[in-house]
């Protein structure tokens, strides 16, 4: 299973998306696609910001959230995420908490977090990575 991250879902909605992610969406079962409500308060922030918010936020309804699950962040992605944050700190590693969230739900379920921010999780225990941006 899959746990899509913020530069994924724009990817989506981008003039030209990703060949790469259109290529490996199209060999996943939409039912093993998953993003977190972190990633889509993230989403949110980027759509607010934007002038052209009505727009993006019509694709976002129309291309992406029909086809994902949300994971929520609940009492065990937060335990996950406190011992992360500690290991990282202790090794003198700093990542930023949204990520931390994001990290903790897919260690949590045991998913894979398709990212093509593949540096800002490196280190992260338990965690597995794969970048679908890119070749």
């Known amino acids: 299973m899959y746990i899509l991250d913020t530069d994924v879902l724009s990817?989506?909605?981008?003039?030209?998306?990703?060949?790469?992610?259109r290529q490996k969406l199209g060999e996943v079962s939409p039912e093993l696609i998953f993003t977190s409500a972190i990633t889509l308060s993230e989403i949110f922030y980027g759509v607010f910001r934007s002038p052209h918010r009505e727009r993006i936020l019509a694709e976002l309804e129309d291309k992406v959230f029909p086809f994902v699950s949300v994971l929520s962040f609940?009492?065990?992605?937060?335990?996950?995420?406190?011992e992360i944050k500690a290991r990282l700190d202790k090794r003198g590693w700093s990542r930023s908490d949204l990520d931390l969230c994001v990290a903790a739900i897919a260690v949590r379920h045991r998913f894979v977090l398709v990212t093509g921010n593949v540096r800002h999780f490196q280190g992260i225990p338990g965690l597995k990575v794969e970048n679908w941006l890119s070749d």
């Open 74 to 82: 609940d009492e065990d992605c937060a335990r996950y995420f406190g």
């Open 11 to 21: 990817n989506l909605v981008r003039k030209t998306t990703s060949p790469v992610l």
